[in-house]
């Protein structure tokens, strides 16, 4: 008997701080790690509802359902949905950054480096599908933030160091066209859930980077071994 009433006594303050959380969501996340775990939860459970439903369906009621949270708390990170959709975005750039400087350190400003860069964009690209299909969309139906235009031009800017030391005029507007070629791999990477290694091969040779072809480079190590 005393034991029932102790797990009666138990669940009753579970409740009440669950509740308390619910009447004042900006109490409960005073912990900073708290917070950054729920800002983090947030945002996973829009790439999932973004994945599943599109950026027509990413609505707030969805993303804190999908995270189980209450709604108080969404509100408590974020402005609004705009805001919401705007950090998805900044966390997929941050993630782009970080992976094209790791992949060109130690590469000096060429075609090589550019080559590096676009395919470790194309790698995340891959691996966070449902943030850049849901900022090709925002592109398509002109519903992107300032914020998220600025960060598209920062990393296309990356380029013009090495159109300049590869000889190119005019080489931001080489480095847009770039992008637009880049931009045509990812989607069609997309649609295909996979890397489109010709389509890779194609702008590296785009940018002056010849290769072997993948049966000529076999028959060639077929040789060298005889």
């Known amino acids: 008997m005393p034991t029932s009433t102790t797990s009666t006594a138990t669940g009753a303050k579970r409740y ?5 959380a619910e009447a004042d969501p900006q109490a409960a996340e005073a912990d900073p790690q708290a917070r950054h775990r729920t800002y983090e939860a947030l945002l996973d459970a ?42 998805l975005h900044a966390r997929f750039h941050d993630r782009v950054e970080r992976a094209a400087a790791a992949a060109t350190v130690g590469i000096p400003p060429g ?6 860069a676009v395919d470790a964009y194309l790698d995340v690209c891959l691996s966070d599908r449902a943030v850049k299909a ?29 159109l300049k ?12 066209l770039l992008a637009a070629m880049t931009s045509e791999i ?31 480079r076999a028959r060639a190590r077929r040789v060298q071994a005889r």
Request: aromatic share 6%; proline share 4%.
């Open 46 to 87: 829009g790439v999932a509802v973004a994945e599943r439903d599109g950026l027509a369906g990413l609505s707030v009621n969805r993303v804190v359902a999908r995270a189980g949270l209450a709604k108080g708390t969404f509100y408590v990170h974020f402005a609004d949905r705009e805001a919401f959709v705007d950090a």
């Open 134 to 162: 849901l900022a090709l969309e925002a592109r398509a139906e002109g519903t992107l933030t300032d914020a998220m235009s600025a960060r598209h031009d920062r990393f296309v800017a990356r380029a013009v160091p090495s």
């Open 186 to 216: 990812a989607l069609r990477e997309l649609d295909a859930g996979r890397r489109l290694p010709a389509a890779r091969r194609a702008l590296r040779r785009f940018l002056g980077i010849t290769e072997p072809q993948p049966g000529r």
């Open 16 to 20: 009440g701080r669950r509740r308390s």
């Open 111 to 116: 075609a090589e480096c550019i080559a590096r």
């Open 165 to 176: 030391a590869m000889g190119w005029p005019d080489t931001k507007a080489a480095a847009q």
